[in-house]
């Protein structure tokens, strides 16, 4: 089975600009989830999508703002970006809702410059 | 809320001795606890996981970890390390039936020759 994948794998942006990051989920998985994770801190859970519906959102501002398309896969995006948005971002994804064991993609790690 | 607190930020052993790696957990409802690991640069792989079946679960890579009501603990051991397993770890409560995850601060294992 391919795992989750997410792109790009690097990506560098300056204050103030936009970023779209994306994810493809397992074949078969239609639960998808975003984090956080800045350098040295545990993930924080941003958004997580089931079947195209959002069904949970992190303590995030409104720049932070996904959705999930038709085949399952999802994307994250960041507006007016800051600084304190470097971070790796991390994509997992599940089966289905609820406790459901959740696969995490190597991530996207974004600069801000 | 929930929330983990992992109680050592760096633990260091020898191969082939025991890893201890220590947590405890807070939750207003029955908790699902995991264990994840990361690799440098890399995401996050599922250690085990306890959803209210045996106190006792094992995991892979020799990995297991006791889930204590009474001590609100969910400690992660290994009887005999190896240098592979020199890594990030991070415990993780959910409420059961939702899928976010909460994390801990991580504990960085060194395992040393």
């Known amino acids: 089975d391919t795992g989750v994948t997410q792109s790009p794998t690097h990506l560098i942006k300056t204050r103030g600009q936009q970023v779209t990051l994306r994810c493809s989920p397992i074949s078969g998985h239609k639960s998808v989830s975003w984090y956080q994770q800045v350098l040295g801190q545990g993930p924080q859970f941003i958004f997580q999508?089931?079947?195209?519906?959002?069904?949970g959102r992190g303590n995030f501002p409104d720049r932070f703002s996904a959705r999930q398309f038709p085949n399952y896969s999802s994307e994250l995006n960041v507006n007016a970006l800051l600084l304190g948005d470097s971070a790796l971002y991390l994509c997992?994804?599940?089966?289905?809702?609820?406790?459901?064991?959740?696969?995490f993609g190597d991530g996207t790690r974004l600069s801000i410059l | 809320a929930q929330s983990v607190t992992q109680l050592d930020s760096h633990v260091s052993v020898s191969e082939g001795t025991p890893v201890l790696l220590r947590c405890n957990y807070s939750?207003?409802?029955?908790?699902?606890l995991f264990w994840y690991v990361q690799h440098p640069n890399k995401g996050l792989q599922l250690l085990l996981k306890y959803t209210s079946a045996a106190t006792l679960v094992k995991g892979i890579n020799g990995f297991e970890a006791e889930f204590k009501k009474s001590e609100t603990s969910f400690h992660l051991t290994k009887p005999s390390a190896h240098m592979s397993d020199a890594a990030e770890y991070f415990c993780v409560v959910s409420e059961r039936g939702f899928q976010k995850l909460v994390f801990g601060t991580g504990t960085r294992l060194l395992v040393s020759p």
């Open positions: 997992a994804s599940s089966y289905r809702d609820g406790n459901q064991p959740q696969h």
């Open positions: 999508y089931y079947e195209k519906e959002e069904r």
């Open positions: 939750s207003s409802y029955s908790p699902s």
